[in-house]
């Protein structure tokens, strides 16, 4: 064979390589299986983390015959692992908030009253600006509650989790700018608001508080800011007085306050539908991108500090509530943060249902 012919039968064997290849790759092509986009049944659902520490145990610890009191979050252990909910969540750690982030809310005043007079408690003491007792390790305790509050929100934000519960102690929402009262030293949701904004650049944050008593501390802390939304459902006439359906904001603020109170007795129905019919339309005309829940139990059937009638379903569809509008204008984020809530066993079945409802369950 000459020269000639044999690159003529070389450029006919490449010739028909590159036929039998595409017709390969065309078949193979027609023949593989389609394969469906991802659904929600199909992408791993991210875990809701868990924030809880024996530190928090250390606040009032002994026989102070206090109703905020450490059995309240063994209680709520409990009550996760007898529901089979613990093992499927995220723990996440304690750190202490600095005083620079607790004076995002706080006056630095105040934060310095705080220290000084925790310093060295012996026994059990009153805080000098109200109500709240405090022992030797409360403000280990108090500074580990915010700074663990603030590690949930760096977990949600950064999609470790996709929501988190905090099993905090001592609670928050009745600690204002300048004084903590109500058993409370530092406003603990408050402060993960200012937080959420100022690390993360979050424009608008939704704060839902559930809890029996209204949260007067943060009402205050936000009544002129605009930035953020504070919807509450408590009893009118119980402590600390405050909470009318009147106070609905002043400036910037003006109408980010959503105050319903409630009559004594309310149960179920009556608070689902105050969270249906004014939480819902109010949280998405507010748009927020981060939900915080001031997660109280004590509108619970027979609490020792509250007069509602609420079970843990009324918990639960009140949290999917919350959840849902989470999911329709946020991405899911939400962090609940425990407050009150002090009949032990109805405190274990309430948060476990609320805590399922997180999980998506």
């Not at 390790?137 to 509050?149: E, Q």
């Not at 996709?162 to 030293?185: D, E, L, Q, S, W």
């Not at 689902?272 to 004014?278: C, G, H, I, N, P």
């Not at 509108?299 to 959840?323: C, E, H, K, W, Y």
Request: hydrophobic share 40%; aromatic share 8%.
């Amino acid at each position: 064979m000459d020269l000639q012919k044999l690159k003529s039968a070389e450029a006919n064997h490449v010739k028909a390589l590159v036929v039998l290849l595409a017709l390969a790759a065309g078949a193979s092509l027609q023949t593989a299986p389609q394969v469906a986009p991802p659904t929600r049944s199909t992408i791993p659902a991210r875990p809701t983390g868990f924030l809880y520490d024996d530190i928090y145990l250390k606040h009032l610890s002994g026989n102070s015959g206090h109703p905020e009191r450490p059995e309240r979050l063994t209680a709520i252990w409990n009550g996760l692992e007898k529901a089979g909910l613990i093992n499927d969540m995220v723990r996440l750690a304690p750190r202490r908030a600095t005083d620079n982030e607790l004076a995002l809310v706080h006056e630095r005043s105040y934060i310095q009253l705080v220290r000084r007079e925790l310093a060295n408690v012996r026994g059990y003491e009153e805080l000098s600006t109200g109500d709240t007792l405090v022992s030797a390790d409360s403000l280990d305790a108090a500074l580990s509650a915010s700074g663990g509050v603030l590690n949930a929100v760096d977990a949600v934000m950064t999609g470790k989790v996709k929501n988190a519960f905090c099993a905090v102690r001592p609670p928050g929402h009745h600690a204002g700018p300048t004084r903590g009262m109500g058993f409370c030293i530092f406003n603990n949701v408050a402060i993960a608001a200012r937080y959420a904004q100022k690390t993360y650049g979050v424009q608008r944050v939704l704060i839902v508080d559930q809890d029996y008593h209204h949260g007067n501390g943060t009402q205050d802390i936000f009544y002129e800011d605009g930035s953020v939304f504070y919807f509450s459902t408590h009893h009118y006439g119980a402590y600390p007085g405050t909470g009318a359906a009147s106070e609905t904001g002043r400036g910037k603020g003006a109408g980010r306050i959503l105050n319903l109170p409630l009559p004594p007795g309310a149960g179920d129905q009556q608070i689902l539908q105050a969270f249906q019919t004014k939480l819902v339309p109010a949280a998405r005309a507010f748009k927020p991108d981060f939900i915080l829940i001031s997660a109280g139990f004590d509108a619970m059937r027979n609490d020792s500090l509250g007069v509602f009638d609420v079970t843990p379903q009324g918990f639960a569809a009140i949290a999917r509530v919350v959840v849902n509008l989470a999911n329709e204008l946020c991405q899911g984020r939400v962090v609940s943060v425990l407050e009150g809530g002090y009949r032990l066993d109805g405190l274990a079945d309430s948060v476990a249902a609320h805590v399922r409802v997180l999980q998506g369950r």
